[in-house]
C-alpha cells in the first residue's frame, strides 16, 4: 500500500472521507489501533511540545484494558472515535457480526466516526455504517507499522504527501513504535515551522 491514498479509490468511494476541505493551513492527524499505555503516553507528551491536537481511532478492546490512557486522551484536548472492537478486516468478517463489533465499540468509544481497520470494507458495509457514523480514510499513510522502511523513509513519506486538509495516519502502537516515534516529532517539527496547526478531525466536513 503506497503512502498516498490512491485517487482512483477516492473517485470510486466519494462516500468515504479521504481529506478535509479547508482554506487554510491545517493538517488532521490520526493515531489507531491504541490506546496503548507507555506508546500513547509518549504520543501524548510530543502533541503537547506542538500544541497539536490528533483524532484517535481506538480499538475497543484495548480502551477496556487500558480505560486510564484513554481518559487521558480525552483530558488532554484530543478526539477519539471508533476502530471496531477487535480490529475486525470488513473483508472478512460476516456484515452483522461486523455492525455488532463496532457497536462494542461504540458502547465505550462515544463517537460518530469510524475507521475500517486495515482500510477494508465493503459497498454493503459502507451503506449501512453510513447511517450512522462518517467512515474516514485517510489521504497520507505514514507506513509506520511496516518493517520494510526505516523511520527516516516513514519521515520522508509523511512529509511528501502531506498538504492543507490532509488526513495523516499513524499508529499509537507497539508494532509501529520505532518507526512513529522518530517520525512524528520530525513530521510536527517541519510543518509547524511552515505555520500549520494540527487539529482534529470534524464529525461533520465543512463545505467551502
Known amino acids: 500500500m503506497k503512502a498516498k ?9 466519494p462516500q468515504l472521507i479521504w481529506e478535509v476541505k479547508t482554506g487554510r493551513k491545517e493538517i488532521f492527524l490520526s493515531f489507531d489501533d491504541g490506546p496503548h499505555p507507555e506508546i500513547t503516553a509518549r504520543v501524548l507528551d510530543i502533541l503537547d511540545n506542538y500544541q497539536a491536537k490528533a483524532t484517535f481511532f481506538c480499538v475497543g478492546h484495548n480502551v477496556k484494558k487500558f480505560p486510564e490512557t484513554y481518559r487521558e486522551i480525552l483530558s488532554r484536548g484530543h478526539k477519539t472515535a471508533n476502530h471496531s472492537f477487535n480490529h475486525l478486516n470488513g473483508w472478512k468478517t460476516p456484515s452483522q457480526i461486523y455492525y455488532n ?4 465499540c461504540a458502547s465505550l468509544v462515544d463517537s460518530k466516526l469510524f475507521r475500517p481497520p ?15 457514523y462518517s467512515i ?10 511496516s518493517k520494510k522502511i526505516s523511520p527516516e523513509q ?7 504527501y502531506t498538504k492543507p486538509g490532509s488526513i495523516v495516519v499513524f499508529h499509537d502502537s ?27 478531525i470534524p464529525t461533520t466536513m465543512p463545505e467551502l
Open 174 to 200: 507497539k508494532k509501529a513504535s520505532e518507526n512513529m516515534l522518530y517520525a512524528l516529532p520530525g513530521f510536527l517539527d517541519h510543518f509547524k515551522k511552515l505555520g500549520y496547526n494540527f487539529v482534529v
Open 5 to 13: 491514498a490512491p485517487y482512483l479509490l477516492k473517485l470510486v468511494f
Open 154 to 160: 516513514c519521515l520522508t513519506n509523511s512529509i511528501t
Open 136 to 145: 474516514v480514510m485517510w489521504s497520507v499513510l505514514s507506513m509506520d507499522y
Open 101 to 104: 463489533n463496532i457497536e462494542k
Open 118 to 132: 486495515y482500510g477494508r470494507i465493503s459497498l454493503k458495509q459502507i451503506a449501512h455504517l453510513k447511517k450512522k
